[in-house]
C-alpha cells in the first residue's frame, strides 16, 4: 500500500514535469560526445604567401565553438599532410582522431588562388568529402567558415552556421554622452562592421531573407522611425515615421514586407503590414492592449506576436487572413518577443523564471518550456539559419554580452565579449555565395 | 492645496489678462471715443494694473516657471496610473502651457531594464500616455503634445538594482 502510495506519487511528479516540462539547463558546452578531428595547417603551393589568416585556425576555431568537436593541438600531431595520398591513416588512429582535415592554398595563372580541401573518415581509411574553391586574399576568412560549413554538415548531418553573420547593437558610454552603434559581425564575432552609429538610441535590427539590407529603429530627432538600409552601400531610406512609436519591424519571408509595431498619437500600440514597396499598411491588431514585437512564420501566412491583452505579456498568434488572434504561451506570466525557428517548430522568447528572464523554447507541436539561458536578465533570442542555435543577450557583471545555445539547451557559448554593452543580436540568413 | 492654490493663480491671471487687453488696444479705443480724458485716465489704470500682472507673470510663469516645475514624474513597478502626488505638478505643467499655447511638450516615457525592449517600449509609452491625458484633462491642447518612448534604452541610472529601476521607470517632460 505505501509503496502504490510512493509509486503513485512519483507518477505525479512525472506526469507533473511532462505537463510543465520547464528545465534550466545549467552544464554548458561539451556535453554528450564530442567528435576527436584533426584540421592539419594547410599546405601553401609555390607562390603563395604567408597569410595573415590560418585557415585550419578558422575552421578548428569554427568546430570547437559547436561544442560538437574537439580538435587536436598542432603540436600533437604526429604528421602533416596536406593532401590525402601523404596521410598515414595508423598515425591519426593511434591519437583517437575520427576525422582528418588536409588543405593547401594554390596560386593560379591568372594570379588569384584556389584552396583544396579534403576530408577524410579514418576508421574506414576513406575521403568523405573533397573540394576546391577560388579565393582571394581578402576573403580567406569566410572561404575557411564555408570549407567548416561543410565539414560540419558531413559530420553532423546539420547544416553549419559558420558562414553567417550577425547583427547587434553597441552602446558606449563615455561621461554624459551615450553612443549607439548597430553593428554587423561574423558568427564569430570576427570582422566587425559599423551599421550605422548615432547619439539617439537604435534598436531592434531585422534582416531581410537575402542578407542585403537591414530594417531598424532609429530615435534621431527624438522621435521613432523605422530605416531600412543597403549593407553594401550604407544607402538608407526612412520606411516607417508616424507619429508616435514605430518599432519592431519583421521581414515577411519574400522580403516584400515589413510587419512592424505603431502606437499612434494616442499610444495605442497595434500591428500592422507595410508593403515596402507601395507603403500601403494593413492593420491586423485592433486591441487596447499593447501588441508588438511582432515576427512571421517561416511560411508567412501567420503572424506570432507579444500583447499583454489578459493582463500579462504572453505570446499570441493571428492568420494573415484572420482578424482574430490565438493566445499561444500558457507556462508563466511573462513571455515575450517571440522568434520562429526558421524550420518552423519551435518558438524562442523571453519567458519569466522563477524572477529572472530566460530565453525559453516553446516547441509547436508538444507545446512544452525549456528554459535555456542562467541569466537574470537575457532577452532578444534570434534562431540562426539552421534552426539548431540561437543567440541571444545576457548580462556579465552589468555589462551586455552575447550567448550561443544549440535548441537542445546541451552546448551553450559566449560569443568573444568586446569593448563596449552589446545586445539585440540577430542572426542573418544563410548567405548567398 | 497645491491645486486649489494654481485654480487662484489662474483665475487671477485671467482678470488681470483681460484687463490687461484694453490697454494694448487702447489708441483705437481713444480715437473711437469723443471722452478723450476719461479714456487717457482709464488707459492710465489699465496700463497700471497691466504693468503689476506682468511682473507678476513673469515672477511665475514661462521661464522661470518651467524651470522651477519638477519636470521628471516617477512610476511603481509595472504601472502606468499616476500616482496622486503628481497632480499638482501636471496641474502646474497645464496651467503654464494654457497660459501660453505657443509652449509645446515632449513627454519622453521609459521603463526599467527588466524584460524584452519593444514591449518597454510600450510600457513606456503607456506612462507617457497617462502623463498626456492628465495635460488633455487640464485643458491642454492636443497640438501641445507629443509623446515618445524610449523603452529601456536612455536610463537614468545604469544599476541593475531597485534603486536604479525607480528612477528608470519615468516620464520626462520636455517643454519647449
Known amino acids: ?433 | 492645496m497645491e491645486r486649489f492654490k494654481f485654480g487662484l493663480i489662474g483665475l487671477l491671471v485671467l482678470v488681470l489678462s483681460g484687463c490687461a487687453t484694453p490697454s494694448s488696444k487702447s489708441g483705437n479705443v481713444g480715437n473711437n471715443s469723443s471722452m478723450d480724458s476719461s479714456v487717457v485716465s482709464d488707459t492710465a489704470a489699465t496700463y497700471g494694473v497691466g504693468m503689476d500682472s506682468n511682473n507678476n507673470l513673469e515672477a511665475m510663469s514661462d521661464d522661470s516657471m518651467s524651470q522651477d516645475l519638477e519636470t521628471i514624474i516617477y512610476f511603481d513597478f509595472d504601472r502606468s496610473d499616476l500616482r496622486p502626488e503628481y497632480d499638482a505638478l501636471i496641474s502646474a505643467h497645464a496651467f503654464n502651457m494654457n497660459a501660453n499655447t505657443l509652449l509645446t511638450v515632449r513627454l519622453e516615457g521609459h521603463a526599467d531594464e527588466r524584460g524584452s525592449r519593444e514591449y518597454n517600449i510600450g510600457l513606456g509609452e503607456r506612462r507617457a500616455q497617462a502623463v498626456r491625458r492628465m495635460l488633455l484633462l487640464n485643458g491642454v491642447a492636443p497640438a501641445q503634445i507629443t509623446t515618445v518612448s524610449f523603452g529601456e534604452e536612455r536610463p537614468n541610472s545604469y544599476g541593475s538594482d531597485e534603486s536604479s529601476y525607480t528612477q528608470n521607470r519615468r516620464v520626462e517632460l520636455v517643454i519647449n
Request: aromatic letters at 8%; charged letters at 25%; hydrophobic letters at 40%.
Open chain 1, 1 to 433: 500500500m505505501q509503496l502504490k502510495k510512493k509509486i503513485f506519487l512519483l507518477f505525479c511528479l512525472l506526469f507533473h514535469d511532462a505537463l510543465y516540462a520547464e528545465l534550466t539547463i545549467r552544464i554548458t558546452q561539451g556535453v554528450g560526445k564530442q567528435t576527436p578531428v584533426a584540421i592539419v595547417p594547410f599546405g601553401l603551393g609555390r607562390n603563395v604567401p604567408k597569410f595573415a589568416v590560418s585557415i585550419a585556425d578558422v575552421i578548428t576555431n569554427d568546430l570547437k565553438r559547436s561544442g560538437r568537436f574537439s580538435a587536436t593541438p598542432i603540436e600533437n600531431m604526429l604528421q602533416k599532410p596536406t593532401t590525402g595520398a601523404e596521410i598515414d591513416f595508423d598515425d591519426w588512429s593511434i591519437l583517437g582522431v575520427e576525422a582528418v582535415v588536409v588543405g593547401r592554398i594554390i596560386k593560379m595563372k591568372t594570379g588569384s588562388f584556389n584552396i583544396q580541401f579534403q576530408l577524410f573518415d579514418i576508421f574506414k581509411g576513406e575521403q568523405i568529402v573533397g573540394y576546391r574553391m577560388p579565393a582571394k586574399e581578402g576573403t580567406l576568412r569566410r572561404s575557411a567558415h564555408r570549407i567548416a560549413d561543410m565539414i560540419y554538415k558531413e559530420l553532423t548531418g546539420i547544416r553549419g552556421v559558420f558562414d553567417t553573420k550577425v547583427a547587434y547593437v553597441k552602446t558606449n558610454v563615455s561621461r554624459n554622452e551615450t553612443n549607439y552603434s548597430l553593428i554587423v559581425a561574423d558568427s564569430d564575432g570576427g570582422n566587425e562592421q559599423i551599421v550605422v552609429t548615432s547619439n539617439d538610441p537604435i534598436m531592434s535590427p531585422a534582416w531581410s531573407p537575402d542578407s542585403r539590407q537591414i530594417a531598424y529603429v532609429s530615435f534621431e530627432g527624438d522621435a521613432s522611425s523605422i530605416f531600412l538600409q543597403t549593407l553594401r552601400t550604407g544607402n538608407r531610406r526612412k520606411i516607417s515615421d508616424h507619429p508616435g512609436i514605430n518599432g519592431s519591424p519583421a521581414f515577411s519571408p519574400d522580403g516584400r514586407k515589413l510587419v512592424l509595431t505603431l502606437g499612434g498619437v494616442n499610444g495605442n500600440l497595434d500591428i500592422y503590414i507595410l508593403d515596402i514597396a507601395t507603403r500601403s499598411l494593413k492593420r491586423m491588431t485592433y486591441n487596447r492592449a499593447i501588441d508588438t514585437e511582432a515576427t512571421w512564420s517561416p511560411n508567412g501566412d501567420e503572424i506570432y506576436f507579444t500583447s499583454d491583452r489578459g493582463g500579462a505579456p504572453q505570446v499570441y498568434k493571428i492568420a494573415l487572413n484572420s482578424d482574430k488572434a490565438e493566445r499561444v504561451t500558457f507556462q508563466g506570466n511573462y513571455n515575450a518577443r517571440p522568434r520562429l525557428s526558421p524550420d518552423g517548430k519551435k518558438l524562442a522568447m523571453v519567458h519569466l523564471y522563477r524572477g529572472d528572464y530566460r530565453i525559453a523554447i516553446h516547441d509547436i507541436a508538444k507545446k512544452d518550456l525549456l528554459v535555456l539561458s542562467s541569466g537574470m536578465q537575457d532577452e532578444s533570442p534570434s534562431f540562426a539559419p539552421n534552426s539548431d542555435t540561437l543567440i541571444y543577450a545576457t548580462k556579465m557583471k552589468g555589462n551586455g554580452v552575447l550567448e550561443t545555445v544549440t535548441a537542445d539547451g546541451l552546448v551553450r557559448q559566449r560569443i568573444a565579449s568586446k569593448l563596449g554593452d552589446i545586445r539585440e543580436p540577430v542572426w542573418s540568413p544563410f548567405l548567398k555565395l
